[in-house]
Structures are given as structure tokens and as C-alpha cells.
């Protein structure tokens, strides 16, 4: 949807290479989405989770987010996250920032979406 949007945006501007270029990278994306192998994938994610293992673990389940950094300045203080989307070899993840509120709990403030649009490598 988003580049059939963009390439018509470009059309409407005459921007036909640019179009063009729009084009071949919503072509190549839908290529690399349907030529993930499920087993090697799974085995993947599977190492991928195991990663994770050594970060500290917030939540469950979809709203499972592992805490990886913390930024602080002044006297505000972000805690930074990381939080896999169900099959993260295919859909990517989220970085997830997260404040302490004014009774020790975390309060999300806000999410950046990383979208994974290649064909993945043999290694994770």
C-alpha cells in the first residue's frame, strides 16, 4: 500500500524514474518476503531469541521487551528496548523507549519500527 501510494505521488509529479525506482524496490520486497525457507527461519529466530537471553525481560507475550540500554540527561532517564514483532526474520522489530514514572513503574513513551526487508543471510 505505502509504495503503491509513493509511486503515485511520483506519477503525479512526472517524476517517472523516480516512480520507476519506487517500483523495482516494492518488486524485490515482495520477492524477499516469499523466498524465507520456514525451517531455516525458525531455526534463526529460534538463535535470535536465545540472543536475547542476555538482556534483562519486561513483560509477556506480545508485550514481552528486552531492556538494553538506558539513556539518561539531567534528571530524565529513557530506558531503551528492544521488542521482536512475532516472527522477527520476516516482520522485524521495535525499539521501544520506556520512562520510570513517579511510583517505580515503566511507562512506554515511545516506539521506532524496524522493518526487515531482505532475504535473510545464513547467519543471524
Request: proline residues 2%.
Amino acid at each position: 500500500q505505502t509504495y503503491n501510494s509513493i509511486i503515485s505521488a511520483c506519477g503525479k509529479e512526472k517524476a517517472w524514474e523516480a516512480a520507476s525506482l519506487v517500483a523495482r524496490k516494492a518488486s524485490n520486497s515482495t520477492i524477499s518476503s516469499n523466498n524465507i525457507d520456514s525451517s531455516e527461519s525458525d531455526e534463526q529466530t529460534s538463535s535470535y531469541f536465545s540472543n536475547l537471553d542476555t538482556f534483562h525481560k519486561n513483560g509477556r507475550g506480545n508485550d514481552a521487551w528486552w531492556e538494553i540500554a538506558e539513556y539518561s540527561c539531567c534528571q530524565r532517564t529513557i530506558i531503551v528496548g528492544i521488542q521482536p514483532h512475532r516472527n522477527p526474520k520476516r516482520n522485524g522489530m521495535s525499539l521501544v523507549f520506556y520512562r520510570d514514572d513517579l511510583e517505580g513503574n515503566r511507562v512506554k513513551v515511545g516506539r521506532l519500527l524496524l522493518k526487515n526487508d531482505r532475504i535473510p543471510s545464513k547467519e543471524f
